[in-house]
T-cell receptor, first 112, second 113 residues
Framework: ETGVTQSPTHLIKTRGQQVTLRCSSQSGHNTVSWYQQALGQGPQFIFQYYREEENGRGNFPPRFSGLQFPNYSSELNVNALELDDSALYLC???????????FGPGTRLTVT | QQQVKQSPQSLIVQKGGIPIINCAYENTAFDYFPWYQQFPGKGPALLIAIRPDVSEKKEGRFTISFNKSAKQFSLHIMDSQPGDSATYFCAASRVQGAQKLVFGQGTRLTINP
């Protein structure tokens, strides 16, 4: 069984740029959720994707957007990067209707 | 009403002791309460979870105690080891709809040898 994988591991961007982060869900899981974890804080829910559609969104602006592909993998896109976007971005996969979410190792984004 | 409050912020325990981490929630619609363990530079790993229909759940050295009327739940780690040193997060969500996990602020646990 393959766990959740994310790429890249680390990323440095400049304020105003755009970034795309990628996630492959655990084998058999059809739902992907994205979270932002600031240093020293708990993860905050960004949004969830199921059947290639957004299925719930947290308190994040529209410049945070996502995609889910037919193979259940997902992308998180952030436009017009701000310094406060510097964080660990976590992807979690689960089964629709199931509660257990399994996290990937995260992508550390630094915005300068 | 979406908050989950976690305490203490940090905790130091001697090897073999029983650290206890507490969480409180307000939203009575929450019906799934997991605990995650996170090591530096890693993603959170699911440890154990409980539903409101039981008051206690045990898996290995980890036990969750749940008090529905008080809207509180806690994690106990039996026979703690230095390898348990990590940050622990409680969370809550609804089973129906988008399973949006609401996390506590985290507890940094240190187990001294």
């Amino acid at each position: 069984e393959t766990g959740v994988t994310q790429s890249p591991t680390h990323l440095i961007k400049t304020r105003g740029q755009q970034v795309t982060l990628r996630c492959s869900s655990q084998s058999g899981h059809n739902t992907v959720s994205w979270y932002q974890q600031a240093l020293g804080q708990g993860p905050q829910f960004i949004f969830q994707y199921y059947r290639e559609e957004e299925n719930g969104r947290g308190n994040f602006p529209p410049r945070f957007s996502g995609l889910q592909f037919p193979n259940y993998s997902s992308e998180l896109n952030v436009n017009a990067l701000e310094l406060d976007d510097s964080a660990l971005y976590l992807c979690a996969s689960s089964l629709a209707g199931g509660s257990e979410q399994y996290f990937g190792p995260g992508t550390r984004l630094t915005v300068t | 009403q979406q908050q989950v409050k976690q305490s203490p912020q940090s905790l130091i325990v001697q090897k073999g002791g029983i650290p206890i981490i507490n969480c409180a929630y307000e939203n009575t619609a929450f019906d799934y309460f997991p605990w995650y363990q996170q090591f530096p530079g890693k993603g959170p790993a699911l440890l154990i979870a409980i539903r409101p229909d039981v008051s206690e759940k045990k898996e290995g050295r980890f036990t969750i105690s749940f008090n529905k009327s008080a809207k509180q739940f806690s994690l106990h780690i039996m026979d703690s080891q230095p390898g348990d040193s990590a940050t622990y997060f409680c969370a809550a969500s609804r089973v129906q709809g988008a399973q949006k996990l609401v996390f506590g602020q985290g507890t940094r646990l240190t187990i001294n040898p």
